[in-house]
């Protein structure tokens, strides 16, 4: 929706760089995200120190559409929260469009926030706020005027079916609805990522294949989208690269629409993590 | 700024119990505060009336001859401690009491014996107490000399209660402070737990440090400015109240009129107020989730 009311760019990403990654050709090759040799580790109050990601490679490009899955504690949730700057990486770099994240001062982790879109699994919304204030919000940090803000809320909360909805207040929402909207929040300001962690996690599977529809609906408009999840049913609906994440490695994997589907659900039902045997379709990247 | 102001205010609205709880309390505190301060005015007012430092009446006898009185003056004028002196006949002595109360028949029925003529010495206010005495006693051996008045002893008396009154005061004014901090910055606390999913969403949209903060600083601000504003209403109504009650005739002839804490005093309590309650507001927020 790159329409005549656009955010004027933070600081974060320099003036043209933004639209030299939704425009131009070269621009198209250039990775949105790198991980270089990430690891992670969590330093537990025991003293045993728990490695989560132990040299992580990737890169993802503009405009694409990849998933994140792993067993439960594999470090999808760790991965995201090193590229939104939760957490700190141990070793490596994160390249968020071209910007070494782990070095940004915490004075311009706002910058950083700003060009990412993030939903959560709690969806993460303020239940005494109205629908469009809760989408606003992303837009009034930036400073935009309200009259451009309205402009844009409506708009996003159109893209996400809840046109008419924002004056309701948020709280009263089915969970659906509030997903929905924590999604307009994260695209209304035409972020150059969304992260998205198990947002299908509290909803019920057709609400969760609805869901992922309008993620990739989000992405069929050019959005690039990394979308963390477990849900097996998800990964199949459509050909997609994944990234699977296994005692603290990432393998980055092209599924198939369904033959791939037995080896990833063995791994992924069962809460020991065991390697990914799909040999013809693995590709390591880095 | 304005949406600073519109969140703070949601906030305040969203919260009001919350925050009603904590301005009743800042109120009360600051009752305390402000009755202290109220006693310690006072008291200095009173000092500063009688205690015109080193002040003496000779009243003269009656039959004393003019003579006697010139002597004296003359005698006076040139003793060194001696600051200024002044005569003050029976009617001059009846106009002073007369002329600010207007007049009471009962009073100007009194017989003109009950206005002695009198000299009032200014004493040099370094003199200590002890000369001050010294020359007290040799003026009272005098022929012409009925009694000497000094308001010394008062003076000091005044001065040690005022001291004690401005320590008290001093101590009270540190616990307001502490309590005041204390239980804007919990209130805050309590409003930014129950508001702990803003506070999360402010900065996971990518809100500055300034964008998340400022609301609960404005409403601290708030809250400390009424909390003191209220306390400042409730004291001077019941000054009032009870100046209104007191007799009139007997504070004039004490020299005693109570007065209200001056309006600078008023203003600085309601900008330590605003300022402890900003203070406050900033507190709370330590604990403000890392996200
Ligand atoms: N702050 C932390 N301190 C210590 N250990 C942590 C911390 N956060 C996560 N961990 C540990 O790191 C591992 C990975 O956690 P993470 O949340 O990334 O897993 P996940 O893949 O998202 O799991 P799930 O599918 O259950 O959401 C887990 O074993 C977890 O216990
Ligand atoms: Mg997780």
Redesign the pocket.
Known sequence: MAGPARAPLTPFLRAGSRDALRGSETAQKKAVLVFDGVQKV?R?SGGTD?H?LRGVDLEIERGEFVFVT?A???????MLKLVYRAEMVDEGRILFCGRDVARLTDDSIPFLRRNLGIVFQDFKIVPTWSVAENVAIALEVIGLSSRLIRQRVAVALERVGLSGRGGDRAGVLSGGEQQRVAIARAIVGEPALVLAD?PTGNLDPALALDILGLFEEIHASGTTVMFAT?DRTLLDVRQRRILV?DEGRCTDVHTGLDHFGDELDSDLDDSAPRAIVAPTRLRRVG | MSGSIERAKRGLLAEWRLHALSVVSLAVAFVCLGAALLVVVNLHELKERWGKTGRASVYLKDGAAPAQVEALMVALKGTPEVRGVRYLSPQDARAVVFGSSGGDATLKNLPQEAFPASIEIDVAPEIAEAEVQGIVSKIASLPAVDAVETYGTWTARLGSVLHGGTLAAAALAAIVFGAVLAVVGSTMRLALNRRRTEVEVLRLVGASDGFVKTPYVLEGTFQGALGSTVAVGILAFLFFFIRSRLDTELTSLVGLDLTFLPPLVVLGMVATGALLGAMGGALGLRRLTTV
């Open positions: 969590y537990r728990h989560v792993g439960s504690g594999s470090g999808k949730s760790t198990e477990h994440l």
